[in-house]
């Protein structure tokens, strides 16, 4: 099994501030989804295979990485990216999600 | 649109079984695999397995081998996961998803006596 380690757990970030999570993978993987999560709704994908932006999804986001080593960026903090973000490894079964980060504004 | 339907919210008691539904529309169900997956505050987003809803081949994860089984019913688009023996720890939502874009709004499942 592919294990997933995000981080930070939490972060709090001003709006305009720069965001970067990262997520470290057990093994190589070649495909990396990452989820937004908002209170009492269902995962929404956010960006598709590394670094490519699901449908309507603001430009200020992206993805990158390759390998081990996976990070989710937002150039622009938004009080509408208050949320939790996950990472997602579709390389192998079984497919396997990151613990989360929740992201806050300061 | 693409659309998954799930099953309401469910009480059930230590030791029981419960069966979860997933409804499809807007696309053609048999094209796509239908993957179920648990949420809890404690573990996080959890895969549980997949069905093939065309040829009815499943893919467990190993931690869920014995506790889900899932089916799918192509005459009406719908995709089922039973879930035995159940304790404290099966207290979850449980999502059933087309992976990555479609995710059914999560069904609630609450063990308890």
């Known amino acids: 099994e592919i294990l997933l380690t995000q981080s930070p757990a939490i972060i709090a970030a001003s709006p305009g501030e720069k965001v970067t999570i990262t997520c470290s993978a057990s093994s190589s993987v070649s495909y990396m989804n990452w989820y937004q999560q908002k209170p009492g709704s269902s995962p929404k994908i956010w960006i598709y295979?590394?670094?490519n932006l699901a449908s309507g999804v603001p430009a200020r986001f992206s993805g990158s990485g390759s390998g081990t080593s996976f990070s989710f960026t937002i150039n622009s903090m938004e009080a509408e990216d208050v949320a939790t973000y996950y990472c997602q490894q579709r390389s192998s079964y079984p497919l396997t999600f990151g613990a989360g980060t929740k992201l806050e504004l300061k | 649109q693409v659309q998954l339907q799930q099953s309401g919210a469910e009480l059930v008691r230590p030791g029981a079984s419960v069966t979860l539904s997933c409804k499809a529309s807007?696309?053609?169900?048999?094209?796509?695999?239908m993957h179920w997956v648990k949420q809890t505050p404690v573990h996080g987003l959890e895969w549980i397995g997949a069905?093939?809803?065309?040829?009815?081949?499943?893919a467990y994860n190993q931690k869920f081998k014995g506790k889900a089984t899932l089916t799918a019913d192509k005459s009406s688009s719908t995709a089922y996961m039973e879930l035995r023996s159940l304790t404290s720890e099966d207290s979850a939502v449980y999502y059933c998803t087309r992976f990555s874009a479609y995710w059914g709004q999560g069904t609630l499942v609450t063990v308890s006596a």
């Open positions: 295979g590394i670094s």
């Open positions: 807007g696309y053609t169900f048999t094209d796509y695999e």
């Open positions: 069905i093939d809803p065309e040829t009815g081949g499943t």
